[in-house]
């Protein structure tokens, strides 16, 4: 089946750095990409979604300044946090649909805790 | 706009008992359902969907049917099992050249020997 492989699994990061996050569809075309934040004991709230060679569109009161998202080709997108702060502390999940007409089809990365220290 | 709506957790239950977990939905024209689970520190893994009004998805042991009438679209299983413990999270597509999923806000299942 379709496979969507997203690392780093865990990263620490000092405060001020910036991290990026990547996103492989491995055996499909990803024509758009959904970028999620999931914070504790809660859903996952969407951050963006990405087309192939396109910009992103965020969701209301997502800084597209701070979460870049880059998704230049159909099998790989990448989310950067720029200038992280103990805040954007969260675990973030990329979902992929594929374009290979397998009807309503998404897969999830396995996610990516991160933390600002 | 589209809405999902699960109830709340954590469940708990005894191994082999019966799960019901409740999803209702709201939504323009229609909608495409899923369930996802989410084992602790993991993505989410689609496991089941249904596309139209009665069809039933099932996948290792959980069913899940389309009830337009009610808009609902219920989980069950009749025999949970230790490893089933994990966050459900029920979702839609309402379809009209959107692909965004709409989720529910997850339910925590717990099973106990």
């Known amino acids: 089946g379709a496979v969507v492989s997203q690392h780093p699994s865990r990263v620490i990061c000092k405060s001020g750095t910036s991290v990026k996050i990547e996103c492989r569809s491995l055996?499909?075309?990803?024509?758009?990409m959904f970028w999620y934040r999931q914070f504790p004991k809660q859903s996952l709230m969407l951050m963006a979604t990405s087309n192939e060679g396109s910009k992103a569109t965020y969701e209301q009161g997502v800084e597209k300044d701070k979460f870049l998202i880059n998704h230049a080709s159909l099998t790989l997108s990448t989310l950067t946090v720029t200038s992280a702060h103990p805040e954007d502390s969260s675990f973030y999940i990329c979902?992929?649909?594929?374009?290979?007409?397998?009807?309503?089809?998404?897969?999830f990365g396995s996610g990516t805790r991160l933390t600002v220290v | 706009g589209n809405s999902v709506t699960q109830m709340e957790g954590p469940v708990t239950l005894s191994e082999e008992a019966f799960l019901t977990i409740n999803c209702t939905y709201t939504?323009?024209?229609?909608?495409?359902l899923f369930w996802y689970v989410q084992y602790p520190g993991e993505g989410l893994q689609l496991l089941l969907k249904?596309?139209?009004?009665?069809d039933k998805g099932s996948n290792k042991g959980f069913e899940a049917t389309y009830r337009k009438e009610t808009t609902s679209f219920h989980l069950e299983k009749g025999s949970v099992q230790v490893s089933d413990s994990a966050v459900y999270f029920c979702a839609l597509n309402s379809g009209a050249g959107s692909y965004q999923l709409t989720f529910g806000k997850g339910t925590k299942l717990s099973v106990i020997p």
């Open positions: 979902s992929a649909r594929d374009r290979g007409g397998r009807g309503v089809g998404y897969t």
């Open positions: 249904a596309t139209k009004a009665d």
């Open positions: 055996d499909f075309q990803a024509t758009t």
């Open positions: 939504a323009t024209g229609y909608p495409s």
